[in-house]
């Protein structure tokens, strides 16, 4: 390794003691909400065997779902295997709850690339929420700018909506930033204040334990995520949850089978005793994913790149946004990753496009788990200013030598290490 590169690194550990102590804080209290989740259960090997055909009165599956309740704080969970992305459930999520002649409501700005096939603003796809008759609204309320009496007389001027949809997560957006807990719940109060009867929604996704309290301990109505992010601790081999309120995730969960079948049949595909050992291993997953995700900030941002979050902010996902200013540093940067990934690393990635995104997108992955984003990844769109998004990792050592790999091996940024 280049003895410049070390030497920042070590320093930027050294920086990090402070916040890195944070993060295991909060993952050992999530460790524990965890823990006391699964003895609430009572759970025992006998619902890691896997049933057949319907699965009728599958205990592993109503465990599991329990489980996830309390865990979220919510009156009911469905955790699926059938869910085949977060965009699937989240889908299944509004489709589910909202007909003909109701409103939805996204107020943090345009929802994530994926998200806007399915609400019907771009695409015009079969089956999207502007097919059923339902119409799209658009507010950019960040409640880290403005004041509770604002965001309330926003909502009154939409009129009443059946869904108001919150997105955590910053997705593909530089100036996005992802909102803590305080901040939704903020939005929350503000949605439930002015319009009662409505459906307040969280895409959840990328923000599961990386704070104490998930949005539905905080009032949220619904929602959803996926199992190969946060939840899934890298051990579940597919599949996304919803929670919430009962009869919002029932109405969901109609979606995604059938009205009358619910959240009662399907099976797990013997999937039951990874999906239980990964939302186990899901805080100490998530805490190792976040002090990556520090390190590559203190490094990049000390060369004098623009990080989001900064290496010392709080962090409310397991995002890290680095502008790197050029195509070819975007591409570098994420060929180095999969290089030094422990699975496909002889594979050089090459830009593309993806199914739900408007530009090409360059994706380093090389995970035991398909697109897994809980496992160390990076990606980002072939649009200016050319931003790498990297998230997740299994494990902070492995986050810790592709950095120093990275820093090894580019020649521009060999330049930039003082």
């Known amino acids: 390794m280049d003895e410049k590169a070390k030497q920042l690194i070590v320093r930027a550990e050294k920086d990090l003691q402070d916040r890195f102590a944070q993060i295991d804080e909060i993952a050992y209290r999530n460790q524990c909400k965890v823990t006391e989740a699964f003895r609430k259960i009572r759970l025992t090997e006998?619902?890691?065997?896997?049933?057949?055909g319907y699965a009728i009165d599958d205990p592993g599956r109503m465990a599991l779902d329990e489980a996830f309740a309390i865990i979220f704080g919510a009156e009911r969970a469905c955790v699926r295997m059938q869910f085949v992305s977060g965009t699937h459930a989240l889908a299944c999520a509004i489709l589910g709850n909202i007909s003909k002649g109701d409103k939805f409501v996204a107020l943090t700005g345009t929802p994530y690339d994926s998200l806007e096939p399915v609400l019907g603003i771009r695409d015009d796809e079969p089956g999207n929420m502007k097919s059923l008759g339902a119409s799209y609204h658009q507010l950019d309320l960040n409640p880290q700018v403005f004041s509770a009496e604002e965001i309330k007389a926003a909502i009154k001027n939409i009129g009443g909506a059946t869904i108001y949809y919150i997105q955590k997560s910053r997705g593909y957006s530089v100036d996005r930033k992802s909102l803590s807990q305080s901040d939704i719940k903020k939005l929350i109060d503000c949605v439930h204040e002015v319009d009662n009867n409505a459906i307040v929604m969280i895409d959840n996704c990328y923000g599961e334990f990386v704070e104490e309290l998930e949005p539905t301990a905080v009032g949220a109505d619904l929602v959803a995520g996926s199992l190969i992010k946060n939840p899934g601790g890298g051990l579940a081999i597919t599949g996304g949850y919803l929670a919430g309120r009962e009869e919002c995730v029932l109405k969901a969960a109609n979606r995604l089978t059938a009205p009358g079948v619910g959240d009662h049949l399907g099976v797990s595909y013997n999937q039951y005793r990874s999906i239980f050992q990964g939302l186990f291993m899901a805080p100490l997953v998530v805490s190792q994913a976040l002090k990556g995700a520090s390190l590559y900030a203190m490094v990049f941002e000390k060369m004098g790149f623009v990080v989001s979050p900064g290496p010392l902010e709080q962090r409310y996902d397991i995002i890290q946004s680095i502008i790197l200013g050029s195509k070819d540093?975007?591409?570098?940067?994420?060929?180095?990753?999969?290089?030094?990934s422990p699975v496909n690393s002889h594979v050089n990635p090459a830009p593309a496009q993806m199914p739900g995104y408007q530009d090409e997108v360059v994706m380093a992955g090389g995970t035991f788990v398909e697109n897994s984003t809980i496992e160390f990844s990076a990606d980002g769109p072939l649009r200016t200013p050319y931003v790498a998004y990297m998230q997740g990792g299994l494990s902070y050592h492995h986050i810790r030598y592709c950095l120093e790999r990275t820093l090894s091996e580019s020649k521009s940024l060999q330049a930039k290490i003082s």
């Open 46 to 52: 006998e619902f890691f065997v896997e049933k057949t």
């Open 329 to 340: 540093k975007l591409v570098e940067f994420c060929q180095t990753i999969q290089k030094y």
